[in-house]
């Protein structure tokens, strides 16, 4: 998942809880003592999610779908794919969502880590969350991080893949994101994930 199915499953917490969900893949090491406690709680949340979705079976099928030589990197460009259905889910599109301009509120007052804070500007400034309902668009994003990766753009070597096996991806989301929902405790914010 990334930054739009993150804000998603974070939105019923506080904004310091949103915030540690938007910048957690930014903030190294499993000391969060630094940070005020909602934000590493929200940090917290958002890694266990993480965890929860690399182990899915579904998201492990469509990894081992990936071309070999790229499927090391394909859980990177899965992610985006992620947001994108979750941006068609919300209809994106359609109408603006005031789940994205909090989420812009709250990344646009405060410092980004070091690891994102040339993303962050961007990522607000050209609405990307939105943006991301247009396959397209997640297609360039795939591209434009596989370019900030050492070595040849692996990730931009995916997006044929991406491409083709569409239906597939949306199938395998469709099965994915009710379980990620439901895996997440009744109460909004929750930090407990049950496995898999």
């Known amino acids: 998942m990334n930054f739009l199915a993150h804000a998603w499953l974070a939105r019923g917490g506080s904004d310091d809880f949103l915030y540690g969900n938007l910048i957690a893949d930014g903030v ?70 005031r789940l994205v301009q909090r989420s812009y509120r709250v990344l646009s007052h405060r410092p980004a880590p070091a690891r994102l804070e040339r993303m962050i500007p961007a990522l607000v400034a050209q609405d990307w969350l939105h943006r991301y309902a247009d396959f397209a668009f997640t297609c360039d994003a795939v591209r434009g991080i596989g370019q900030r ?26 099965r994915l ?16 994930l049950s496995r898999p």
């Open 28 to 97: 190294k090491g499993r000391d969060l003592t630094a940070w005020p406690a909602e934000v590493a709680n929200g940090i917290r949340h958002h890694r266990r999610v993480d965890a929860f979705v690399d182990a899915h079976p579904v998201v492990l099928a469509a990894r081992r779908r990936a071309p070999p030589e790229y499927r090391r990197y394909a859980g990177i460009a899965l992610d985006l794919v992620w947001d994108h259905f979750v941006a068609q889910e919300l209809a994106l599109d359609q109408r603006p969502s």
């Open 149 to 174: 990766l050492s070595g040849p753009n692996r990730l931009a070597a995916l997006v044929p893949w991406l491409e083709e096996d569409y239906v597939a991806l949306e199938y395998d989301f469709r």
């Open 177 to 192: 994101w009710p379980a990620v929902a439901m895996a997440l405790e009744v109460a909004p914010g929750s930090e407990r």
